[in-house]
C-alpha cells in the first residue's frame, strides 16, 4: 500500500499537522520537533504574528500553547495511523482536529458500499438524514462527502460530523482514503466548509520513497 502523501496541505493555511512522534523522524536537528512543548510554543507564537490583527492579551500565548500540548499528546491516539491536522484560522479559535487515513480494501465490498460506511452515509444514530454529496479531487476522483448531526452520549449535546472518502486504484495498489472530523459545536464545521474541501482536495497518495522528503521541502 502506498504511504498517504498530503505535502501541499503543510502549508495550507490554516492548517498545523501534529507530529505523531517525538523527536520526529528525519527531523531531529530542528528545536520545534523535539517536544510536544517545543512544537507548541513555536507555532503558538507564529500563529499569533500570522493570524492575529491585534496583540495578545496577557496568557494568551501560553493559553494557546497548552491547547495545542493537548492535542499533540492526544493525536496518537485519535485514530492510530492517520495524520493528525488542526484547522485554526485564528490564534483564539477553537481547533477543529481533522484525521486523514488509509483503510485496507474489504474484498467482498464493493466500492459505493464501502465509501458509505466509511463516510456513515446511513448512520442510524443521525439525528436527521445525513447530507451525502458526490465530492471531486483533483488527486483522488469522485467520493463522498458525509455531514451528519449527532447527539454526544456523554454530553446529551448535538455535534457535527464530517467525513469524505474515496477508493484509490493504480496498478495493483489499491486503497481506501478517508478524512473524520466532528466538532460539539456544529456552526465551527459550517464556517470552516470552504477551508476543509480545499484542504480534502490536496490529500493525494505517493510512493513509499516521498514518505520523508514532503517534510523537509
Known amino acids: 500500500m ?13 492548517w498545523i499537522r501534529v507530529p505523531l512522534m517525538w523527536p520526529e523522524p528525519g527531523l531531529e536537528d530542528v528545536v520545534a520537533a523535539q517536544t510536544p512543548e517545543g512544537w507548541a510554543r513555536v507555532f503558538a507564537e507564529a500563529w499569533w504574528d500570522d493570524f ?15 491547547i495545542l500540548v493537548m492535542h499533540a499528546v492526544r493525536a496518537p491516539n485519535i485514530w492510530p495511523g492517520a495524520d493528525v491536522f488542526l484547522h485554526l484560522p485564528h490564534p483564539r479559535d477553537v481547533p477543529i482536529t481533522v484525521s486523514v487515513d488509509l483503510v485496507e480494501i474489504d474484498e467482498e465490498e464493493d466500492r459505493d458500499t464501502a465509501l458509505r460506511e466509511l463516510t456513515h452515509a446511513d448512520a442510524d444514530y443521525a439525528i436527521e438524514r445525513p447530507i451525502v454529496e458526490n465530492f471531486d479531487s483533483p488527486h483522488l476522483g469522485t467520493g463522498l462527502r458525509v455531514l451528519r448531526y449527532f447527539q454526544d452520549e456523554d454530553s446529551n449535546e ?3 460530523g464530517l467525513r469524505y472518502a474515496w477508493r484509490y ?13 466532528s466538532h460539539p459545536e456544529p456552526g465551527r464545521i459550517i464556517r470552516a466548509f470552504a477551508d476543509i474541501d480545499e484542504f480534502a482536495r490536496t490529500i493525494r497518495i505517493g510512493p513509499d520513497e516521498e514518505a520523508e522528503t514532503w ?3
Do not use: C, F, Q
Open 2 to 14: 502506498s504511504w498517504l502523501n498530503v505535502k501541499h496541505a503543510m502549508y495550507l493555511d490554516p
Open 52 to 66: 492575529a490583527t491585534e496583540e495578545p492579551r496577557p496568557g494568551e500565548v501560553d493559553l494557546l500553547i497548552d
Open 215 to 217: 517534510k523537509l521541502s
Open 158 to 160: 448535538v455535534h457535527a
Open 169 to 181: 486504484e493504480k496498478g495493483s495498489e489499491a486503497a481506501d482514503v478517508l478524512i473524520m472530523l
